[in-house]
């Protein structure tokens, strides 16, 4: 005979008084600044970025008419979250096309495995890839969406010094 059929008390009667813990304010896996883009075409776009990035995809909400309301994907140790455009439903202006005034940028062991992928999968060339003068190995390609992707390696560990001499040299001003 269970303990609730002798008159007794279930935990929950117990412990129900009891202060839950509080919430971390930042979910787990997620850092303090996580980016959320909309797009058209988000099932395609996550597709994609499964082709070129190696993305996860953790979770996705349909809305309606087909499209993604929210998808939660993690690129490396990186959560993404992605939805449909929905401007005209709730009456926003449209989306801004052409030049984003945004990157977003991936920190990769490899960069040149990295950017073969990333071509592969549809990418573009918007600034090639080579070693730069703040040490790090990179490049930005723009996605069949229109976003702007930097891929880079940490090559050097350079001074603030060591970058801007580089960085004189580079632009023609000759060591500072």
């Known amino acids: 005979m269970s303990l609730l059929a002798r008159g007794g008390r279930h935990s929950s009667d117990i412990l129900g008084d009891m202060p839950k813990p509080a919430a971390s304010p930042v979910p787990p896996g997620f850092h303090t600044v996580t980016p959320h883009l909309n797009v058209k075409g988000a099932a395609q776009f996550i597709e994609f970025l499964k082709a070129a990035f190696g993305a996860v995809e953790l979770n996705r909400a349909p809305g309606p008419g087909g499209k ?18 929905f401007g005209a439903e709730f009456g926003l202006p449209p989306m801004a096309e052409g030049r984003l005034p945004l990157v977003m940028h991936l920190y990769v062991p490899d960069a040149d495995a990295a950017w073969a992928r990333a071509l592969g999968a549809g990418c573009e060339v918007a600034y090639p890839i080579a070693d730069q003068f703040w040490g790090d190995r990179y490049g930005q390609v723009k996605d069949p969406f229109g976003i702007v992707w930097g891929i880079g390696s940490k090559k050097e560990e350079l001074t603030p010094d060591e970058a801007a001499e580089r960085q004189s040299k580079m632009f023609g001003g000759g060591p500072s």
């Open 68 to 85: 993604i309301m929210h998808a939660q994907l993690q690129i490396g140790d990186s959560m993404l979250m992605v939805a449909d455009d």
